[in-house]
Structure formats: structure tokens, C-alpha cells
């Protein structure tokens, strides 16, 4: 393992905007600096709700010129979707979003040919309108689809752009239910009884595989010195911030946090019972063979929709607001599909807290007071229901991402929980994605060695639950309608 200290470009896209971000990483150092950062602003066409990827690749463009030298440059994105490329390698149209409405109605259509329960025992995937098996169901009679050759998921779409070189990084892969999480390759059969033709995707990589090279027209337009090695990493974001969790030992819970809440365990194997698809689980594919089982919850969307309507105001005074209204007064459920698109997101809540009987929160600090103890009581939920299906309790729970930032939420998610939340990096993607390319390029040890490294180095926050236990197992109930 190399003593000298190396610098290492992360691309790393959400769902909302995109960073470039430099990590210089260490045996005994990690430090990280944003380069650039820039909107992604999905566009509503005729056809539908579209990703502008070109603007993406853009400021991907524009943040490795803003870089400067680096030793290596890994993408991560969120999951499922994906370009579709014609034979000659050019992109067929700007690629569907995963909130737009072409897959409703699609799910029942395909457990019509693979009941959902055999879906689950195949893939291990939770139910999810947008999952890729669903959207390429949906676009099936599609002329785009009839003419592609080549099928890549958003991140290794912008890495073909910059090396040109095809492939299809496996734990952004597991995300689109046609892997098989025990295997680690494609589930076949899967396929072949949906008619999704496999030979769309280019060969499987793992984190830390190599990924070509930054092409020479990538390096005139950036002003890099080549050659630079692009490295993949866990280029779905979630298994890029998992790799980043500070955590000591295996006893522990994470919480991803951003438009969505990703919360559950790191586990050695899939959890593919019926117990666990009732209760909607995921079993995602992570770093060195592990298995990211968790369940998505809505997350900060909810406060980001409402925020956008309210016309952006000061987030840390409507927290600050937030944080004097009664506790637990009002709760949703933030994993409810009622919450997906955009739009009206504080009618809507308010309409789903006065169709349950609840107290109809009127002001912002009412609403944004809601979807915090909502987020908090689904976070509860998960996380004890992950240590029973999974039989693997924790001692802690560790938020990461942008939700570290937000004392209120990480409070309140101790307070429902009744464990300690540690909190941090804010950057976990970005950092996870950083540490597999510093890994690869032997600058840091094995995966344990990068979460020492974290929890030496990055700012980390400790909250203790506080509280009445009860107000949590009440309110619970009260969502459930017992």
C-alpha cells in the first residue's frame, strides 16, 4: 500500500444537481473539495418527464477542467435509468426519468408473467414503479427500443462518453431487477420470460475495476495531461455513501439521506423471504460482496417539493420554526407512492394528515415540523424491521449525506429509534467514491481500513435519543390505524 498521497475526481449526480468533487486520500489523510457544481434540471417534452444528459455531461466537462490534475476519475449517479445507443454508438433520445408516468399500470402487466413473489425470490428487489425491468416493460412497442444495441445506466453512459469504452458497473446493475443478488449475475430467467433482451447491456464491472481512459478529446476539452485512468466505483451514489459510513464494527444501521432515505443493514447475504417482500426490502448489491438491504422511504423530497412552492425560503430559519411545533402532532407515511411526483407537496400533505383525522398542519413550520417526525417515524420502522428479518441487530445508527446536515432530523431520528445517531460525512457518496479509487490504485487498504479512515478524519456528530419512547410507539400506531 503506497504511503503518498493522490488526488481523484468524483462525479457524483443526484437527482437534483451534480458535482465534480477532488478527494485527495492518503494512508493517513482524506480531505475533499468541491470543483464544480451545477443544476440538473429534468425537462417535460411531448414524449414525456426526460433527463437534459447532455447538460450533465457538460458540467461533467466543465468540472474536470475546474479539477485540474488528477490521478484517476470514478462516476456515480442515482439508479435505473438509463440511454439507449444505436449500432453506431450514438444516444437514441434523451433518457426517460424514473418519475415519469410511462411505467403505471406496467407492474401488474409483468406479475401476470412472473408473479411478484417469484420477482422477489429471483432478484430480491423491493417493489418500486421505476425499477428498469418495469420502464424497459413499458417501453417494449418502443421505436427507440427497437432500434438500440446498447443499453447503459446514466453513469456508465457519461463513462462511455469519456473513454469509449461500454460497461455495466454491478451495483447499479442490481438495481434494475434483473439481478440475481446471490449469484451476482444476471437472473436469465427473469428475462427471458419478459422478453428484456440481455444482450442490450455491455459486460458486468465491480468497484474498483479499471474503466478505460479519458479519450483525447476529453483531455483537449478539459485541459488534463493524460493518460488518466477512469476507475469504477460503487457508481449507484447509494453504494458509493454506504462504502463511506464511519462505522467501528458490523453491528450498525445507515441511513442515506438525500431526495430519498435509503435505511437498513450491510449484510454478507440476500434476505429472500416472503416476510421480507410483504414488508417491501431491497436487497442491493454493494462493495466486496456485500448486500445493501434496505427500503427506500421518501426522504427530503418531501421538505425540497414543499420548499420549492413556498419559494425558497431560509431553510435554517423554517427548521429553527420547525423545531418549536408540538412533536408528533401530525405524521404521513413517507414511503406512500401519493408523494412521488412533484407538485402541490404541501396540499397533499395536509390532505393526507385531515383524510386520517389528524390535525391539519396550516403554516410552513407546521408542515416542514410533519414531514420531519414522518421522515423520523419511517426511519424507525425500518430499521427494526430490517434487525428482525434480517437477524442482525445494531447498536447505532449512522446517518449520511445531505440529511447530516439537518440537526433537527437526526434528533428526531434518535429520539424514534432509541439508539444513538452518529452523523456524517455529508459527503458520503462523493467520499465512498473517492476511496474505492484510491483503494484500486493501492493508496488505501481494505474496506475496514477506508472506515477507519473516515472516522479519523471527517467531522462526525453524535445524538443521543432523548425523549419519550412511547410518543413514538403511539404515533406508529397511529399511522398503522390500530
Known amino acids: 500500500m503506497s504511503g503518498s498521497v493522490k488526488s481523484y475526481a468524483a462525479v457524483d449526480l443526484g437527482a437534483s444537481s451534480g458535482r465534480v468533487m477532488v478527494g485527495r486520500a492518503g494512508r493517513d489523510s482524506l480531505e475533499l473539495v468541491e470543483a464544480h457544481r451545477f443544476p440538473n434540471r429534468p425537462v417535460r417534452t411531448p414524449e414525456g418527464l426526460r433527463w437534459d444528459v447532455l447538460s450533465l455531461y457538460a458540467g461533467v466537462l466543465d468540472g474536470l477542467k475546474a479539477a485540474g490534475q488528477v490521478d484517476s476519475v470514478g462516476i456515480d449517479s442515482w ?156 457508481s449507484h451514489d447509494t453504494a458509493s455513501a454506504v462504502a463511506a459510513v464511519p462505522a467501528t464494527g458490523e453491528r450498525f444501521a445507515y441511513i442515506c439521506t438525500g431526495t430519498w432515505s435509503l435505511a437498513g443493514l450491510e449484510l454478507d447475504a440476500p434476505v429472500l423471504t416472503e416476510a421480507s417482500r410483504a414488508a417491501n426490502f431491497t436487497n442491493e448489491l454493494g462493495l466486496d460482496g456485500t448486500v445493501r438491504y434496505l427500503r427506500n422511504i421518501m426522504g427530503l423530497w418531501l421538505l425540497q417539493e414543499c420548499v420549492r412552492e413556498w419559494g425558497d425560503p431560509d431553510l435554517g430559519e423554517l427548521l429553527r420554526a420547525a423545531a418549536g411545533v408540538p412533536a408528533l402532532r401530525s405524521v404521513v407515511d413517507a414511503g406512500d407512492a401519493a408523494f412521488l411526483a412533484p407538485g402541490r407537496m404541501p396540499e397533499r400533505i395536509a390532505e393526507a394528515c385531515r383524510e386520517s383525522g389528524q390535525p391539519v398542519p396550516g403554516t410552513p413550520a407546521e408542515i416542514t415540523r410533519c414531514i420531519l417526525d414522518s421522515l423520523a417515524l419511517a426511519h424507525r420502522r425500518a430499521v427494526a424491521e430490517a434487525q428482525a428479518l434480517a437477524d442482525h441487530p445494531v447498536d447505532v445508527v449512522h446517518i449520511v449525506g ?81
Request: glycine share 10%; net charge negative.
Open 79 to 234: 439508479a435505473v435509468d438509463y440511454g439507449l445507443l444505436d449500432a453506431d454508438g450514438a444516444l437514441l433520445g434523451n433518457p426517460a426519468h424514473y418519475r415519469d408516468t410511462r411505467t403505471e399500470g406496467v407492474a401488474e402487466k409483468v406479475w401476470a408473467t412472473v408473479p411478484a413473489a417469484e420477482l422477489y425470490a429471483a432478484t430480491g428487489l423491493q417493489y418500486a414503479p421505476f425499477n428498469t425491468l418495469y420502464q424497459l416493460v413499458a417501453a417494449r412497442s418502443s421505436a427507440q427500443l427497437a432500434y438500440a444495441k446498447r443499453l447503459l445506466l446514466i453513469p456508465d453512459l457519461l463513462t462511455y462518453w469519456l473513454t469509449g469504452e461500454f460497461g455495466t458497473e454491478l451495483t447499479n446493475a442490481s438495481t434494475t431487477q434483473l439481478i440475481d443478488p446471490r449469484t451476482r449475475d444476471w437472473s436469465y430467467d427473469v428475462a427471458a420470460r419478459l422478453g428484456i433482451d440481455l444482450e442490450l447491456f455491455a459486460p458486468l464491472r465491480r468497484p474498483g475495476d479499471p474503466a478505460g481512459w479519458l479519450q483525447q478529446r476529453v483531455l483537449d476539452e478539459t485541459g488534463l495531461t493524460g493518460p488518466v485512468p477512469v476507475t469504477t466505483v460503487g
Open 402 to 482: 445531505g440529511g447530516t446536515r439537518n440537526a433537527l432530523l437526526c434528533q428526531l431520528t434518535a429520539d424514534a429509534c432509541g439508539l444513538p445517531v452518529v452523523a456524517g460525512p455529508a459527503e458520503a457518496a462523493a467520499l465512498g467514491n473517492v476511496l474505492v479509487q484510491a483503494r484500486a490504485h493501492g493508496v488505501v487498504g481494505d474496506r475496514a481500513s477506508m472506515r477507519q479512515l473516515l472516522a479519523r478524519t471527517q467531522p462526525l456528530v453524535r445524538y443521543e435519543p432523548q425523549g419519550d419512547p412511547a410518543a413514538w410507539r403511539a404515533a406508529e400506531a397511529r399511522l398503522a390505524g390500530r
